[in-house]
């Protein structure tokens, strides 16, 4: 599973908040908002001692943490503060950016199109997105869906990329964020290799528009959320009143924890700007076990890794990763960027899966989330590091 990430310098002066005082807001807060409990009293006791560990480790604000057992939602809480200044808790319906969870999410609406006869996913995509212009090879929704379209991601990975750090707001999310790439030559064939690739999501979205004749936003909102009881979920708008909207923060070279750098993610919604709560969240993963949203075959093609040129499997289906790394078949994605670290993982085969978004970014949510799924599965030696 792969988490789109970009590095920043954190340099400049700001006022920093020492370390010692972090860490003290997070042991008067801990466990704030915690769920009634369907979960086992000793995997809970557990999962609260590891992410106890984990905050004090890493100076993390504000984490929320979701489970499911049995294809079932068991159990949430958030631990920390949602907001350093004004002392706001973090609980499990605290909303933070996604980041690339968003992917799935996306990917999901669209195979809700395929498996209606909407959206063909070997056609040029084109057929649904005329404001992509031709490139010099055929490019498919399957291949982007699966970063093999040869789509550029962001241009150069600095703080100084305007992709990465934009403050431009956008209404119409999808034709915007098109501007950012549309008219760049692609960076490999189509099909050749796996070239990881936020931009080829606000392609997909464009698809997404073409086959359901709706707005993107409207369309996952009514086929993806609303069949998942994701209540709360909403894009990341700057201008908006969001409640329970967390603030999103960074670390220094130092260790001190600062507000993060300024973002409107408005011209990427698709593949990065959805904010969710960890009950959401795991309200999704129950959703895709159980085949409320698409069907039992769809979600196995989803979650089946495409193949690149060399015929060597990727380790990415459409819009979801596909890892071996617990010892068991797990799905799942990362997200990262300026005041955010979240990390979803999906076993489907014990029907369980984790939820963990954190209010800080380049926090290394996957190892937390692979602690706790150690722990639901009774995987080896639970000890967070």
Known sequence: MRACRSGRNNSRPRHAQPLLAVILVLLLVALSGAQDAKLAPEKQKQIEAAVARFMAAKSAPGVSVAVVENSAYEWSAGFGMADLENFVPATSQTLYRLGSISK????????????????????????????????????????VLGHLGGIRHYKSGSQDDPEIGNTRHFDDTVQSGLKFFAADPLVDKPGAAFHYSTQGFTLVACAIEGASGEKYVDFVRKDVLQPAGMT??????????????????????TEHVLN????????????????????????????MLNDRIVQHSTRDLMWTSLDAGDGKPTGYGLGWGVGHDLGVPDVGHNGGQQGTSTSLILVPERKTAVVVLINMEDADSSALANEIMKILLGIGNTTAK
């Open 104 to 143: 799935p999410i996306t990917a999901t609406a669209a195979m809700v199109l395929w498996q209606e006869r909407k959206l063909d996913l070997d056609a040029p995509v084109q057929k649904y997105c005329p404001a992509f212009p031709q490139k010099d090879a055929v490019i498919t929704t399957r291949q």
């Open 232 to 253: 709360h979920t909403v894009t990341d708008d700057r201008f908006a009143i969001i409640p329970y909207r967390t603030r999103f923060y960074q670390k220094d070279k």
């Open 260 to 287: 993060a750098d300024f973002l409107d993610s408005s011209y990427k919604v698709a593949g990065g700007g959805w904010l969710s709560s960890a009950e959401d969240m795991a309200q999704f993963a129950v959703a």
